[in-house]
């Protein structure tokens, strides 16, 4: 009888170990953002990130169309080549300021010169 008492109680203090670390093994792993998508920003901290998944070909001009269809949003370029963005959701850059797109790598947002070639 005392076996299966001491039993009984130790798996009451096993069940709750589990349940009272297991929260905190989540904190222990580091994470990685794998996440692709578009982020658009208005100005004036008014951003908008959406989810768009790249696929191979895919240039920045083509996620940036697939982001605003996504979110309903017009793009008007300022000319027939669709290579300098006008306005997005009838909003046009901040005075001064053109649209441009960028790149986020480990050193930070860089400005990208060209249309953005998204090899995956």
């Not at 909003?91 to 960028?102: E, I, N, T």
């Amino acid at each position: 009888m005392e076996a299966v008492k001491l039993k009984l109680a130790a798996s009451c203090v096993i069940a709750v170990l589990v349940v009272t670390l297991s929260p905190a093994m989540g904190l222990t792993v580091a994470e990685r953002d794998e996440l692709q998508g578009v982020m658009i920003d208005f100005g004036y901290w008014d951003v908008v990130w959406t989810p768009v998944a790249f696929f191979g070909g895919m240039d920045g001009y083509s996620a940036l169309e697939e982001a605003a269809h996504v979110n309903g949003y017009d793009v008007v370029y300022r000319d027939e080549t669709k290579t300098e963005v006008f306005s997005i959701n009838e909003q046009v850059s901040l005075f001064g300021v053109k649209w441009g797109m960028y790149l986020l790598s480990e050193a930070g947002w860089l400005p990208s010169n060209r249309p953005l070639q998204i090899n995956v």
